[in-house]
């Protein structure tokens, strides 16, 4: 079983949509927790760190459930430009970063 | 500023040829980290490295070898490349004062294997 893992989707979605991503993660001693975008072909960009108090950037929402162990990606108002695919990571004290499989997000007009 | 560079961008191998991937990175970081990434399969990591001098396992490090000689270069080896070695492979790096940082990735490298 993988460590950090997804839905990998796809999702499809029309533009204005509100979409949730979840990722669970198994080693209770993650520490800390990531969203990255991967657009097709190229390398995975930082989109949010995700905080215990939950966070927020523009149309995005980031939440952590450690109880559940697991993190979530809301994004609202989805826009065609949204279309890729979203990795969740996962870092913990011996400095590894464990990536999940992703989840691939369309959205159509 | 070029930030983390991979070389090459492409290779393709014979079964049983060896070859050296090289990532290096102009950000003074402290990690680094190989991965590769198949279809359906996410980013799997190879092996990764908190410091000069040290390395470590990953999820995936059968079959490859790596070293990390200078603080700005980590490179990861084959030493028999394997059909199953067919994948892009990305290379990426963090800050280290804590685990709370932002990685970096290189740009890929293609590599098959016939």
């Known amino acids: 079983r993988k460590e950090v893992e997804q839905d990998p989707g796809p999702f499809n979605v029309p533009e204005g949509a509100t979409v949730a991503f979840n990722c669970t993660y198994s080693n209770s001693a993650s520490q800390s927790f990531f969203w990255y975008r991967q657009d097709c072909r190229k390398e995975p960009k930082l989109l949010m760190s995700?905080?215990?108090s939950g966070n927020e950037d523009g149309r995005f929402t980031a939440q952590l459930n450690r109880a559940s162990q697991y993190i979530s990606l809301l994004i609202r108002d989805s826009k065609l430009s949204d279309s890729a695919t979203y990795l969740c990571a996962v870092s913990h004290n011996t400095d590894k970063l464990i990536f999940g499989t992703g989840t691939r997000l369309q959205v159509f007009p | 500023n070029a930030g983390v560079t991979q070389t090459p961008k492409f290779r393709v191998l014979k079964t049983g040829q060896s070859m050296t991937l090289l990532c290096a990175q102009d950000?003074?970081?402290?990690?680094m980290y190989w991965y590769r990434q198949d279809p359906g399969m996410g980013l799997r990591l190879i092996h990764y490295?908190?410091?000069?001098?040290?390395?470590a396992k990953g999820e995936v490090p059968d079959g490859y070898n790596v070293s990390r000689l200078k603080k700005q270069n980590f490179l990861l080896g084959l030493e028999s490349a394997a059909p199953s070695q067919t994948s892009v492979y990305f290379c990426?790096?963090?800050?280290?004062?804590?685990?709370?940082?932002?990685?970096?990735f290189g740009q890929g490298t293609r590599l098959t294997v016939v």
């Open positions: 490295s908190v410091g000069e001098g040290t390395t």
């Open positions: 995700v905080y215990s």
């Open positions: 990426a790096s963090r800050q280290g004062s804590n685990t709370n940082t932002e990685a970096f």
């Open positions: 950000m003074n970081h402290e990690y």
